[in-house]
């Protein structure tokens, strides 16, 4: 079945960097994009990033835009999220999502996993 | 930016009845872009209707949605235990792709 593992979270420090992952199984990989979607402790859910199914479209919220990067490596079925110059606000539980559509994008997530927390705090 | 107001906050319920949840748009969501997901303490969302009125695979049929242009609503007819939870709407019609703050459906 299809199966979303992240990792990669933990304390960093405002403006070090952070490499999140997410390990994708269960299903054809490299058909499919995916999305960063993310939840401040206690709060609502933030979509964050998505790339496309061959890696060649990338879009940002505004909020992370210019901070953040999304790659994805089709031959490890691995998706990141590179944090550059973490601020406090950005602290949450990141969760990998499977955009619900092959080939394209839906901006609707129909497989997520389990989440990572990322603190940032000095 | 199209902004997602559900309401109630929180609703307290007793197994067995109905809950409806609302869902309202700040501005008209295209082609019916919205969905809900609800969410246990500690788990990561899970989708239950796209489409407005889609069940996602798996959701039992208790869970309908509805709605159009910038009203929406999620009912689940008869709540099951396992259905208290969080409950987010997100549009997902025009950039950026945003989710409502959530309704608490809790145990009465």
């Known amino acids: 079945q299809v199966q979303l593992v992240e990792s990669g979270g933990g304390v960093v420090q405002p403006g070090r960097s952070l490499r999140l992952s997410c390990a994708a199984s269960?299903?054809?990989?490299?058909?499919?994009?995916f999305h960063w979607v993310r939840q401040a402790p206690g709060k609502g859910l933030e979509w964050v990033a998505v790339?496309?199914?061959?890696?060649?479209?990338?879009y940002y919220a505004d909020s992370v835009k210019g901070r953040f990067t999304i790659s994805r490596d089709n031959s490890k079925n691995t998706v990141y999220l590179h944090m550059n110059s973490p601020r406090a606000e950005d602290t949450a539980v990141y969760y990998c999502?499977?955009?619900?559509?092959?080939?394209?994008?839906?901006?609707?997530?129909?497989?997520w996993g389990q989440g990572t927390l990322v603190t940032v705090s000095s | 930016e199209i902004v997602l107001t559900q309401s109630p906050g929180t609703l307290s319920l007793s197994p067995g009845e109905r809950a409806t949840l609302s869902c309202r748009a700040s501005?008209?969501?295209?082609?019916?872009?919205l969905g809900w997901y609800q969410q246990h303490p500690g788990q990561a969302p899970r989708l239950l209707i796209y489409?407005?009125?889609n069940r996602a695979t798996g959701i039992p049929d208790r869970f309908s949605g509805s709605g159009s242009g910038t009203d929406f609503t999620l009912t689940i007819s008869r709540l099951e235990p396992e259905d208290f939870a969080v409950y987010y709407c997100?549009?997902?019609?025009?950039?950026?792709?945003?989710f409502g703050q959530g309704t608490k459906l809790e145990i009465k």
């Open positions: 999502a499977r955009d619900s559509y092959t080939f394209g994008f839906t901006y609707y997530f129909e497989s």
């Open positions: 269960g299903f054809t990989f490299n058909i499919y994009a």
């Open positions: 790339i496309s199914y061959d890696g060649g479209n990338k």
């Open positions: 501005q008209s969501v295209s082609s019916s872009n």
């Open positions: 489409g407005a009125s």
């Open positions: 997100q549009q997902y019609g025009r950039s950026p792709y945003t």
